[in-house]
């Protein structure tokens, strides 16, 4: 008898654990966040979103929850996180949402635990290595990082459309212009996209290649377009399409090892100031409503595959070579490296980068593979 009220009390307990487990990981619905949210009253918001392509965002946010103010600033990646880090050394947090393409800051902020967990519906329709599976990170849009070529310097014919050829071929020495990737996002992984095509013993004869390296991709995709450089193995891909749609004489390229696709990252700190409002806000701008807005304001990709809309008429990400990585996995190399891929780059000095650059000081690298802001 004694035996048996062993048993049953067992399965008791473990009935309660189970119940206790499943009610933990009930993700609470967004009305249930905007009933939370409107004691607070506001989010404050950061990222690198255009002001006005925000503040359309904000409208239908707005519309959609009455009484949540946005509070939005933008700043690019690497002067935000700066901002954060000197809150930070303060003991403040101003921000309750950001949006930054570095991944080694979310790999880095999810381990020291300046980040919150944002349980996330619906993570069966993203795509592969977009979020975290704790919810730390999530993609709020991706980017294909997009060859392109400049139709000044270039016929028709005449661009290649492989990695290893770009950086193997003497053909096309000193003629390759690229965002220095030391800072991460976007442009190292266009970088990581390269040593995947063609192997990381690239990295030790970058040098003899003559690569221009600019502060940017805005500044990368100016010397294509000017014909100071002919190729660049990868830039922001909204940002191309959208000068190719402004008439800028350049054309696109889809390498045949195939594109990395850089991430727009959502987090939330764990001290945030209205967790429920960024919470809600995050949730919401991830919705197929949220996305389908993003697409179209700011010229990205959804990481929901069930979100059909593209920018600018671009075709589906589905109908290209995709090569993922995740945000350790840019962080860390390919080859496992602790100082990760870019940290084995050679310094070169700024003579060695460009030997014939009419572009504006200020725009040409003078620390290549030491830093970069790349949004």
């Known amino acids: 008898m004694r ?34 949210a409107k004691a607070e009253g506001q989010v404050v918001f950061g990222g ?16 959609r929850f009455p009484g949540i103010a946005i509070k939005y600033t933008r700043r690019s990646t690497e002067p935000m996180v700066q901002l954060v880090e000197a809150e930070r050394r303060a003991n403040r947090v101003s921000f309750d949402l950001l949006n930054l393409t570095e ?16 349980p996330m519906p619906d993570t069966d329709k993203m795509l592969p290595e977009t979020f975290d599976p704790n919810g730390y990170s999530i993609a709020l849009s991706v980017t294909p990082m997009l060859g392109i070529y400049s ?49 990381r013993d690239f990295i030790k004869s970058a040098r003899e290649r003559d690569i221009l390296l600019t502060l940017g991709n805005e500044a990368a995709i100016a010397s294509v377009v000017s014909g100071e450089r002919a190729v660049s193995w990868g830039v922001s891909g909204y940002r191309a399409i959208e000068a190719k749609a402004e008439g800028s004489p350049i054309e696109l390229i889809v390498w045949d090892e195939g594109l990395a696709l850089a991430q727009f990252i959502g987090v939330v700190p764990a001290k945030a100031p209205h967790p429920n409002a960024a919470r809600l806000l995050l949730r919401w701008m991830m919705t197929p409503e949220g996305q389908e807005l993003l697409v179209k304001t700011v010229n990205q990709y959804s990481a929901r595959k069930d979100v ?9 990400l589905s109908t290209l070579k995709i090569n993922a990585f995740s945000n350790e996995k840019i962080m860390l190399g390919t080859a496992g490296s602790p100082l990760g891929l870019v940290a084995s780059m050679p310094r070169l000095a700024p003579e060695d980068v460009c030997t014939s650059c009419s572009l504006s000081p200020a725009l040409i690298s003078p620390t290549p593979w030491q830093t970069s802001t790349a949004v």
Do not use: H
Not at 17 to 27: N, P, R, T, W
Not at 103 to 118: C, E, M, N, S
Not at 154 to 173: A, H, I, M, R, Y
């Open 48 to 63: 690198a979103i255009k002001e006005e392509n925000q503040q359309k965002l904000a409208a239908v946010f707005q519309q």
């Open 3 to 36: 035996a048996l009220l062993r048993i049953l009390t067992g399965l008791m307990l473990c009935v309660s654990a189970a119940s206790l487990a499943g009610a933990q990981s009930v993700i609470p619905t967004l009305d249930q966040l905007y009933q939370a």
């Open 308 to 316: 059909a809309v593209t920018p600018l008429a671009q075709p589906p």
């Open 151 to 199: 139709t000044k310097a270039l016929k028709p014919g005449e661009p290649p459309t492989s990695l290893k050829v770009l950086v193997t071929d003497p053909k096309w020495k000193g003629k390759v212009v690229i965002s220095r990737p030391t800072r991460g996002g976007t442009s190292s992984g266009a970088l990581m996209n390269v040593v995947n095509a063609v192997g």
């Open 103 to 118: 991944p080694g800051d979310v790999v880095r902020w999810t381990k020291q635990g300046f980040l919150a967990a944002v």
